[in-house]
């Protein structure tokens, strides 16, 4: 997978991503000595929301799901800063997924099970969510997830952005998400291997025109993972940002999920 370098979503304050009603209560705490940091929306409903974002990237790529009436009537929605980026001690990045998962449970409140919500590479990570804290999650969605590992080699521009020239060059969020990529073959076959622990269902949302992950990687998901657990929604005509160019395909998604509101 290439890093989301553009990705179509809007930037900007708290006023400007949220010009009418209500808006969310940006929070930070500490987890294993690292600073995480996250938009949270308040809401009445029972089952809290985590979104999280890939590679590079930030909380503002869920702006408009924070938003969304869809999910008015959810619990807390809360989207955070991956450890390295945003305002979560950027540059810091934990190339181990599965550990990055765990910072992240931490997010998510006891008793009350949520649903987990990742595009890109926070697609792995809510599958660790799901699978290593299954008392925290009711139901994970993953959008264009990195889930194959023998699809996700390095390719010759990672390489090419480890060098000394491209380090002086590159934007630093880049170069992060390098990091990233350059360990992401191996973490993924870790995952690969706990698959047959997934005991909560888990949905993968895959593009048919998908640019950075390869669309055979649902297939793959499809022979690896528990069919008991996990449902594949093909997208013939959509590419990896059908998280923003497709909001209602995704939003559909998150309500059909069996967890109460």
């Not at 698959?195 to 998901?221: F, M, N």
């Not at 069919?227 to 990896?240: D, E, T, Y």
Request: charged share 20%.
């Amino acid at each position: 997978m290439g890093a989301c370098s553009n990705p179509p979503y809007p930037r900007g304050s708290i006023d400007t991503l949220f010009p009418n009603g209500p808006k969310p209560a940006l929070k930070h705490r500490s987890v294993d000595a690292r600073e995480l940091h996250w938009a949270e929306m308040a809401g009445p409903g029972a089952t809290p929301i985590l979104f999280v974002h890939g590679s590079p990237g930030d909380w503002k790529a869920w702006a408009s799901y924070l938003a969304a009436p869809e999910l008015a009537g959810y619990g807390p929605r809360l989207a955070v800063d991956r450890p390295g980026f945003g305002d979560s001690q950027p540059g810091m990045v934990v190339t181990d997924l599965r550990a990055q998962a765990d910072q992240l449970a931490a997010l998510l409140p006891a008793g009350r099970p949520a649903i987990v919500v990742g595009h890109s590479l926070g697609g792995p990570l809510v599958a660790w969510l799901a699978i290593d804290h299954p008392d925290k999650v009711c139901a994970a969605l993953m959008v264009a997830g990195s889930v194959a590992s023998d699809l996700e080699a390095p390719r010759w521009y990672n390489q090419l952005a480890d060098t000394w020239l491209a380090r002086r060059l590159a934007p630093v969020e880049m170069l992060w998400s390098n990091r990233e990529m350059l360990a992401l073959a191996p973490e993924l076959q870790r995952l690969e291997a706990a698959w047959p622990r997934l005991a909560r269902p888990l949905v993968a949302i895959q593009g048919g025109r998908d640019e950075l992950v390869d669309p055979r990687t649902v297939d793959k998901l499809e022979v690896q993972a528990p069919k008991a657990w996990v449902r594949i929604v093909r997208i013939s005509g959509q590419g990896h940002f059908v998280l923003w160019q497709r909001p209602d395909l995704v939003l559909r998604e998150i309500t059909a999920l069996p967890c109460p509101h």
